[in-house]
């Protein structure tokens, strides 16, 4: 498995009844994440990356819910043909009341610029599997991705398998060949990643060679939960493990009502816990994952979009199975066993605030829009225009991409799909929401919905409903999950009870008062932020 898997926690896993019990144990991690340039070949085909450590993934940061965390992200990047100022947001954190560290570019923070540091201090009061990326317009699509685990004490499902540690990691990305800045001339370059391996049709051709593949080791009889997270910047995946079931029991660090199914897709940013038991005759079976045409590039000719299940005894071989699913993911199957019922009225625009989100493409500017508004970065992070005074939507900046939330209430978003560069899956910080209705189907669900923090959102006819509490005062940011879709005008954020966020918040670091000083003066990005939507991508 690539990347270099760091063991954070010191907790010992023991018999926990009570939340008091988890936060007696929790421990305080502290780690570093360095971010450098190196040049790197997951698929054999070499290109300067933007890197957590060096490596790809980064580091995976494990944790027990309940501890509290102090990462300091230290800028070395010194690539001049790719982003050189750099966030880290931790996706699917909620960040209460540490808004100024959920690493959103110029809404919660400055970039950090090349040879200057910043200190990410909060708690994590949530179990799951969550990652991190930079956040800085496409940065992490050159690289800077990695996964978060939080282990759970009082996991409800804990008697239901036998493994779940590093080894049972499973982290889909889609890899280009260029720096992001740079639009793709063909799907070519795109490699799907699963741990950091892959094999790309552009290089096989050239090189005439096969780059390994990631293997997943099993025992025979063994249950394992594998925890399989989408670090993608773009494609779609239909995630398959020849031969074998899957048992969902985690969508995006929320726990499910078990769900059997032979193939799921996954979006940019989502995740899924599922188990898996190794019941199957010792030898080697394929994980697929399948980009969608034409945010990837699909099909398996020579172990594309592939990784090896290996049972212990079987040979050192690709697999060579096949597999047809008659079981899929239907999402309107997924509910949720904690906190199921959504709050407000169990009816369309029940809730205190019912927001209508409308995306639309205009081809005579390239750029999205929302609600007619393009989303364009601020000069000034939204945290501190709020934490300076600037309480109303229509005048914190960006004007038209802020919309007021009152505290302690419910909001419902009517999400309209488009199909221009779709689907786009859409991705909630500082809360999980309930999914009410999904894309795709006519079904709404007021009893027990999946939660979530990333939905796709469907295409030009299709209407996504979702529910979320606001308890979380700050600023959060609400985007398409294609990255370079936020550049492209694909977002907005949520002033959630602005008049109450100096009060909610602890004090930040004293970098933090130091790295907007310091982005001000910062010149060295001007020359490649103004990124446009990548060829053969839809828009």
Same mark, same amino acid.
């Given at each position: ?19 008091? /019990?988890? %936060?007696?144990?929790?421990?305080? @991690? +502290?780690?570093?994440?360095? #971010? ?5 070949? $997951?698929? !054999? ?116 398998? /036998?493994? %779940?540690?590093?080894?049972?990691? @499973? +982290?889909?990305?889609?890899? #280009? ?5 740079? $639009?793709? !001339? ?354």
């Amino acid at each position: 498995m690539s990347g270099i898997f760091f063991r954070l926690w010191a907790l010992v896993f023991s018999s926990v009844d009570t939340q008091a /019990d988890i %936060d007696t144990q929790a421990v305080t @991690i +502290t780690t570093r994440l360095n #971010i450098v340039n190196k040049l790197i070949e $997951p698929d !054999l085909y070499p290109r300067s990356a933007v890197l957590a450590n060096g490596t790809f993934p980064g580091p995976t940061i494990f944790g027990n819910k309940g501890d509290h965390f102090i990462i300091n992200v230290t800028n070395s990047l010194t690539d001049e043909r790719m982003l050189r100022a750099t966030t880290i947001h931790w996706h699917g954190i909620f960040q209460n009341q540490t808004n100024w560290a959920d690493g959103a570019a110029m809404v919660t923070q400055c970039p950090i610029v090349p040879d200057d540091f910043f200190v990410y201090d909060f708690d994590i009061n949530q179990a799951g599997t969550y990652w991190y990326h930079s956040h800085y317009s496409t940065q992490y699509c050159d690289g800077l991705r990695g996964a978060i685990v939080i282990y759970d004490p009082n996991d409800p499902y804990i008697d239901e398998y /036998d493994v %779940d540690d590093e080894s049972t990691l @499973i +982290t889909l990305a889609d890899w #280009i060949h260029t720096a992001s800045p740079t $639009p793709l !001339l063909s799907n070519d370059s795109l490699t799907t990643l699963i741990n950091g391996h892959g094999r790309s049709l552009q290089v096989e051709v050239t090189l005439n060679t096969l780059s390994p593949l990631a293997v997943i080791s099993v025992q025979p009889g063994k249950r394992y939960r594998f925890r399989v997270a989408s670090l993608a910047c773009d494609a779609p995946f239909d995630f398959t493990i020849h031969g074998h079931k899957m048992t969902i029991i985690e969508t995006d660090g929320e726990y499910t009502t078990p769900l059997v199914v032979d193939s799921l897709w996954i979006y940019a940013g989502q995740r899924y816990s599922v188990i898996v038991h190794a019941n199957q005759t010792i030898g080697n079976y394929w994980i697929r994952a399948d980009p969608l045409f034409p945010r990837g590039y699909p099909g398996f000719d020579n172990g594309r979009n592939s990784a090896i299940l290996r049972y212990a005894g079987a040979p050192e071989a690709d697999p060579e199975t096949t597999d047809n699913s008659t079981q899929p993911l239907n999402e309107d199957d997924l509910n949720s066993i904690e906190s199921p019922q959504p709050p407000g009225k169990p009816e369309l625009g029940g809730a205190d605030s019912v927001i209508k989100i409308k995306p639309t493409w205009d081809p005579k500017t390239s750029l999205f829009s929302i609600n007619e508004n393009p989303y364009t970065s601020p000069s000034v992070p939204v945290l501190l225009q709020i934490l300076n005074g600037t309480f109303d939507a229509d005048q914190l900046m960006p004007s038209g991409s802020v919309y007021k939330l009152k505290g302690n209430s419910s909001v419902e978003l009517q999400i309209h799909g488009i199909s221009t560069g779709g689907p786009h899956p859409f991705h909630l910080h500082g809360h999980s929401f309930w999914v009410i209705k999904n894309a795709l189907s006519d079904k709404y669900n007021w009893v027990n919905p999946a939660r979530r923090d990333t939905v796709p959102t469907g295409f030009d006819t299709n209407l996504t409903v979702i529910r979320f509490f606001t308890d979380n005062s700050g600023p959060w940011f609400f985007h398409c999950h294609i990255d370079w879709h936020i550049p492209l005008g694909l977002a907005i954020v949520f002033a959630e009870d602005s008049k109450g966020t100096s009060a909610h918040l602890k004090p930040p670091p004293p970098s933090y008062d130091e790295i907007c000083p310091a982005f001000s003066k910062y010149t060295g990005d001007l020359a490649i932020l103004n990124i446009t939507e990548p060829q053969g991508h839809g828009a």
